[in-house]
Antibody, heavy 116, light 107 residues
Framework: EVQLVESGGGLVQPGRSMKLSCAASGFTFSNHYMAWVRQAPTKGLEWVAS????????FYRDSVKGRFTASRDNAKSTLYLQMDSLRSEDTATYYC?????????WGPGTMVTVSS | DIQMTQSPSFLSASVGERVTLSCKASQNINKYLDWYQQKLGEAPTLLIYNTKNLHTGIPSTFSGSGSGTDYTLTISSLQPEDVATYFCLQRNVWPYMFGSGTKLELK
């Protein structure tokens, strides 16, 4: 059974950093692209970033480019999202998703609140 | 960026009713259109990919169609467990863009 579990969310001040993790199991992690998708409170879904199987290629939406970095450790079957220079508009639930062209499996999400 | 417009934003329908949700792209997305279901308090789940292909385990009451800029999700007979918000997603070009969603409730 495919399982994705995010962690690392919480309350952080504007301008500070936070690192999210996503532990994967139930499939060969190194064979799949992975992605981060976020959802602000009571809002819609927003694709944030995707990363290739080996981590050599990353893709970001413009609003996080230069501030967020997606990475992965295939030996640990874990996906990461390093978030720097956080802004209030980054407040959201962050989901990791397996990215097999489409997003076929999702984790339950971790909430990030950016506030002073 | 490609803009995705979903309509209606809110829909109320009866059990057993046929329901149609619409998603319109601001430019041709070559059928790279997926549909996701999100129940209250839960993560989204994939329903349909590439316009018309049902994801594993999705009942055949769901179907998708469309081409170019216009796409449709149809529920042939609405069930209570279908109450959710439905989002479309284009992945023809980066950045991938979701629609704003259609919230489906029972009448």
């Amino acid at each position: 059974e495919v399982q994705l579990v995010e962690s690392g969310g919480g309350l952080v001040q504007p301008g500070r950093s936070m690192k999210l993790s996503c532990a994967a199991s139930g499939f060969t992690f190194s064979n799949h692209y992975m992605a981060w998708v976020r959802q602000a409170p009571t809002k819609g879904l927003e694709w944030v970033a995707s990363i290739s199987t080996g981590g050599g290629n990353t893709f970001y939406r413009d609003s996080v480019k230069g501030r967020f970095t997606a990475s992965r450790d295939n030996a640990k079957s874990t996906l990461y999202l390093q978030m720097d220079s956080l802004r209030s508009e980054d407040t959201a639930t962050y989901y990791c998703a397996r990215h097999d062209w489409y997003f076929d499996f999702w984790g339950p999400g971790t909430m990030v609140t950016v506030s002073s | 960026d490609i803009q995705m417009t979903q309509s209606p934003s809110f829909l109320s329908a009866s059990v057993g009713e046929r329901v149609t949700l619409s998603c319109k792209a601001s430019q041709n997305i070559n059928k790279y259109l997926d549909w996701y279901q999100q129940k209250l308090g839960e993560a989204p789940t994939l329903l349909i990919y590439n316009t018309k292909n049902l994801h594993t385990g999705i009942p055949s009451t769901f179907s998708g169609s469309g081409s170019g800029t216009d796409y449709t999700l149809t529920i042939s007979s609405l069930q209570p467990e279908d109450v959710a918000t439905y989002f479309c997603l284009q992945r023809n070009v980066w950045p991938y863009m979701f629609g704003s969603g259609t919230k489906l409730e029972l009448k």
